[in-house]
C-alpha cells in the first residue's frame, strides 16, 4: 500500500501479462510504503491510497478505504484481482469494485524513479 503524499513518484507500467513469479521491490526505500498490519493503526486517513496487489487483503483494504472516502486505486498484474478464485468471482469483484469508484489497473507494475 502506498501513502500518496504528493512528494515522490510512482510511475504505474501497464504490461502484457507477467509471469507468476512475485514481484518483489522495497517500497521504504521510497517512505511511501506501508504494511497492511500500518494502514490499520494511521494516525490519519489519507486522501489517497494506491493499493498494490489483487489478492483478498488487498482488495479488502481497497474497499476500506474507499469506503471511508479516500480515493483509492488498486493495481495489480493479472487481468482480474483475486488470482486463483473463480472466475466469475473475480469478474464480480471486479465489476463491484470500480462500480463503488475504486479505480483498478489490470496488467499493471510499480516503477520507481525519479521520473
Given at each position: 500500500?502506498?501513502?500518496?503524499?504528493?512528494?515522490?513518484?510512482?510511475?504505474l507500467q501497464h504490461d502484457e501479462p507477467l509471469s507468476s513469479s512475485a514481484f518483489k521491490f522495497n517500497l521504504r526505500r521510497y517512505n511511501l510504503g506501508i504494511t497492511s498490519d500500518e494502514a490499520l493503526s494511521l494516525g490519519t486517513q489519507p486522501k489517497r491510497v494506491i493499493v498494490i496487489g489483487g489478492g483478498y487483503i488487498a482488495v479488502e483494504f481497497a474497499g476500506i478505504y474507499?469506503?471511508?472516502?479516500?480515493?483509492?486505486?488498486?493495481?495489480?498484474?493479472?487481468?482480474?484481482?483475486?488470482?486463483?478464485?473463480?472466475?466469475?468471482?473475480?469478474?464480480?469483484?471486479?465489476?463491484?469494485?470500480?462500480?463503488?469508484?475504486?479505480?483498478?489497473?489490470?496488467?499493471?507494475?510499480?516503477?520507481?524513479?525519479?521520473?
Open positions: 500500500m502506498l501513502k500518496a503524499s504528493g512528494t515522490k513518484r510512482l510511475k474507499n469506503g471511508l472516502g479516500s480515493e483509492v486505486q488498486i493495481v495489480y498484474r493479472q487481468p482480474l484481482p483475486l488470482r486463483g478464485f473463480d472466475e466469475e468471482v473475480r469478474q464480480t469483484v471486479a465489476n463491484n469494485l470500480e462500480g463503488r469508484g475504486v479505480k483498478a489497473g489490470a496488467y499493471t507494475r510499480p516503477l520507481f524513479g525519479s521520473t
